[in-house]
């Protein structure tokens, strides 16, 4: 079983910026793709931006150039560096990871960005 869990978020103002983490802990071996997802309070969850093992990375048209992910396989974590974020873009943050050997998707609790006017 794979554990994750998302730390970092809090209340900005726009144009701030935020850094959120991801730590993988419990049977993290044979992890590939990582990727962070957030659900507005509309309830829809998208793509933000993905890693994989090999530090390929691909973003939403939206923050390109804005966010940046990241990849520490030494600490099992993720980072999801957030700059001029917009007010739009206050949602629950989510972790998610797929592993290989089992075929398993795993998601952590979220973390909640406010961004405020």
């Known amino acids: 079983q794979v554990h994750l869990v998302e730390s970092g978020g809090g209340l900005v103002q726009a144009g701030g910026s935020l850094r959120l983490s991801c730590a993988a802990s419990?049977?993290?071996?044979?992890?590939?793709?990582m990727g962070w997802y957030r659900q507005t309070p509309a309830k829809e969850r998208d793509l933000v931006a993905s890693?994989?093992?090999?530090?390929?990375?691909k973003y939403a048209a939206s923050v390109k150039g804005r966010f940046t992910i990241s990849r520490d396989n030494a600490k099992n974590t993720v980072y999801l560096q957030m700059n001029s974020l917009k007010p739009e873009e206050t949602a629950v943050y989510y972790c998610?990871?797929?592993?290989?050997?089992?075929?398993?998707?795993?998601w952590g609790q979220g973390t909640q960005v406010t961004v405020s006017s």
């Open positions: 998610k990871a797929f592993q290989t050997m089992t075929t398993r998707t795993y």
């Open positions: 419990g049977s993290i071996f044979s992890i590939n793709t």
């Open positions: 890693i994989t093992s090999g530090g390929s990375t």
